[in-house]
């Protein structure tokens, strides 16, 4: 038995009654309706709670699903009273699974505000919309054959509506807002400061829209407006980036040089298709076979285009892949949605689209489908054979709509971005009008909050005493930003060269 000196035992005490008044001030501090938990990512604690929402807003007394939120607590003690409400993109990604990117990104505004999580209707641990992707060694077969998806997804779909939450119709944009805004009255917030990217900000706009009171600032990073009309914007929008990138290595003295025929190559690879390829799963390490066909390739192609770090390696892949050597652009093409933070509720996801985007496809409302020279119109064949069984929820008609900014909002864009470039930015600050502001990043891909000094200019903008000042906020440090130069491989070793 260990011996415990009478000072010491004192001293312990003490620690113990120091230690339960920090918790119980903590306690104390707890927004309301919350407890203490802990969210994949980040270090420090969180506070999480449950509020009950009607899965239809039309039958308040029907059936009700469990909207899941978290609050990323200012460190400060004299906190302020506007926090920031964060919306994740997709459709379908989970905004608490994406806790520890988010605190990084918000660490300045951290100090003095908290950021409030949810996991929107459909996803995370809010009446999730999820489908089965399969095991991560199914085979390669299995992900690049668009019919074998299409059967994924009809299965998907049926699953879903067996659930208890599983009416689709249920999961718009505009209902997840209502839910966004019961979550604010609940915390006994006046005001907050949105926060959105990607699909993020067409959540924003909607929540601006629905309640322009609540909002005191607003940032939209990679502007997805309602009346975009996302699988006819993908292929023209996809083009654009990848033409640019070609362009670019053209121009560059060294990466012409390494790549001299570079859209050559890329042309060919196209005309070669559909072909037997063979390469290393990347989780088996095991090699496989299996026919790689034009949809599956421009996949590839277009998801490194989200990260220009990921593109500069583009033309290595590409002309590897013209060798008939597939490894580097499958590599590639996994590298952004193979992370599981990134993962979509692919129930959510086609809920939201096909009951917003694709009514709008073509018809006398949106845009007509305007695929790309490479592109082609393959996205949004993909969306409108889902689409034709998919249930859609109502949508009104005030939802496509862009009514004056309330508050001081700033619009970010990349200008390399495949997804959400300038020009869908630029119709948003339009419409906004004079409290809004568009700052491009010319070389910058899909999300511009966390490059270089951006996070300082969001919080500066957040910060401004007012929408005067905040709108003021300087923000040409990122204009010069260079796209990243273009990967070079290794040589090989010389016979002889030492190690």
């Not at 054959?145 to 994924?152: A, G, H, N, S, Y």
Request: one cysteine or more; proline letters at 10%; hydrophobic letters at 45%.
């Amino acid at each position: 038995m260990q011996i415990v000196h009478p000072h010491s035992a004192g001293a312990i005490v003490l620690g113990l009654v120091a230690m339960l008044a920090v918790e119980a001030s903590q306690a104390a501090d707890a927004p309301p309706g919350t407890q203490r938990c802990r969210l994949p990512g980040v270090e420090t604690n969180a506070w999480c709670g449950v509020l009950k929402r009607p899965l239809d807003p039309a039958q308040p007394q029907g059936r009700l699903i469990d909207l899941h939120f978290a609050v990323l607590p200012a460190r400060a003690r004299n906190k302020l009273p506007d926090p920031v409400l964060f919306f994740a993109g997709g459709p379908g990604q989970s905004a608490m699974a994406l806790a520890g990117s988010v605190e990084p990104l918000m660490a300045r505004v951290l100090n003095r505000r908290d950021v409030v999580l949810i996991d929107q209707r459909g996803t995370g641990r809010s009446a999730p919309l999820k489908c089965d992707d399969g095991a991560p060694t199914r085979p390669l077969a299995d992900i690049g054959d668009p019919e074998r998806q299409f059967v994924e997804i009809e299965k998907c779909r049926q699953a879903l509506e067996k659930l208890p939450h599983g009416d689709l119709r249920q999961y718009t944009t505009v209902i997840a807002m209502q839910d966004a805004d019961a979550v604010r009255q609940a915390l006994g917030v006046t005001q907050v400061n949105v926060v959105g990217g990607s699909y993020g900000t067409r959540a924003g706009l909607d929540y601006l829209r629905q309640f322009p009171q609540a909002v005191r600032r607003a940032v939209l990073d990679g502007a997805a407006p309602p009346d975009m009309v996302l699988p006819a914007s993908f292929s023209p929008d996809s083009q654009t980036a990848f033409d640019a990138l070609l362009a670019a290595c053209a121009a560059d003295t060294t990466c012409h040089a390494r790549y001299p025929k570079l859209r050559a190559d890329w042309q060919a690879v196209l005309q070669g298709l559909p072909r037997d390829v063979t390469v290393v799963h990347p989780v088996t390490g095991l090699p496989e076979t299996f026919k790689l066909g034009r949809d599956a390739l421009l996949s590839m192609a277009r998801s490194p285009l989200y990260a220009p770090a990921l593109a500069s390696a583009l033309p290595l892949a590409i002309t590897e892949a013209a060798a008939g050597r597939f490894q580097a652009l499958l590599g590639l093409g996994a590298s952004i949605s193979g992370r599981p933070s990134m993962a979509l509720a692919m129930g959510m996801h086609f809920s939201v689209v096909c009951a917003e985007d694709m009514p709008r496809l073509g018809g006398p409302n949106g845009p007509a489908d305007a695929p790309g020279a490479d592109f082609g119109n393959s996205f949004s064949q993909i969306y409108t054979r889902v689409c034709a069984h998919w249930p859609r929820g109502e949508v009104p008609a005030a939802f496509y709509t862009m009514p004056a900014a309330p508050a001081a909002t700033l619009v970010l864009s990349g200008g390399a971005d495949p997804a959400t470039p300038p020009r869908h930015g630029e119709r948003v600050v339009q419409a906004l009008g004079a409290k809004a502001r568009h700052v491009v990043v010319p070389q910058a891909g899909h999300g511009v909050m966390g490059i270089g000094c951006m996070r300082d200019v969001i919080f500066r903008f957040i910060n401004a005493a007012d929408d005067e000042a905040a709108l003021k906020t300087d923000a040409d440090c990122a204009r010069n930003i260079p796209r990243p130069s273009v990967f070079l491989p290794a040589l090989p070793a010389q016979p002889g060269a030492r190690p």
